[in-house]
């Protein structure tokens, strides 16, 4: 059962009282990433997607289609895929810079899966299945555990200057300051996750509201 107003979520089947994701800011903006007719602009946890910056799920919707294993090279704009503009400017960074397929293809596969607590699919996954899953999939690093768990495996890293592309980053929502929510580094401090208001998004570590909670991050050696 989950229960808001910071209280701790409760892992199913009688696991550890311990972490899983708690319950996150009710009124995040995140909404499906598909591109709506031209002319308008949909906007995701406040950042625009232009009509031009259609979702690369349209190439790639099929579930069983297997995706890149490496990053994709690119030499000028007018090589990018409609992916990388999207996600370029979700994360505000030139196209040029937006180069890892596999990566971003699993986001875009994900994006919006509803949160579930203790749920793996994409009829619902919670932050730390999410985190599970991804890493698996992407870097090939075998993971298993909630949150908490999850804190107890990384080195910790020190600064927030230090945070690369799939390190984890831990967040306290709850009373207690207990690590109850985790996510991964992405790039110009945005993050990836499963949240419990919005499903799988992209959000700001910069935002206060993640500011206010974040417990600090950590890389799977």
Known sequence: MHRRKGKLCLIPAGALLLGSCAILKPKETAKRAEA???QQI??????A???????????????????????TTVNSIEEARPWQFKYAQLLDLPVENVVNEKLYNFIEEWWGTPYRLGGNTKSGIDCSNFVNTLMSAVYQITLAGNSI????????LGKR?????????????NRKKRISH??????????????????VMISDLREPYWVRYYMGAGRIN
């Open 161 to 173: 200057a230090e945070l690369k592309p799939g390190d984890l980053v831990f967040f306290a929502i």
């Open 149 to 156: 768990q999850l804190y107890n495996q990384v080195t910790r």
């Open 182 to 199: 985790v996510g991964i580094y992405l790039e110009n401090e945005r993050f990836v996750h499963a949240s419990s208001s919005n499903g």
């Open 42 to 47: 949909e906007f995701i946890d406040g950042l």
């Open 36 to 38: 709506p007719a031209q």
């Open 49 to 71: 997607i232009k009509p031009d910056a259609k979702s690369a799920g349209t190439a790639h919707k099929s579930r069983n289609t297997r995706i890149g294993n490496a990053p």
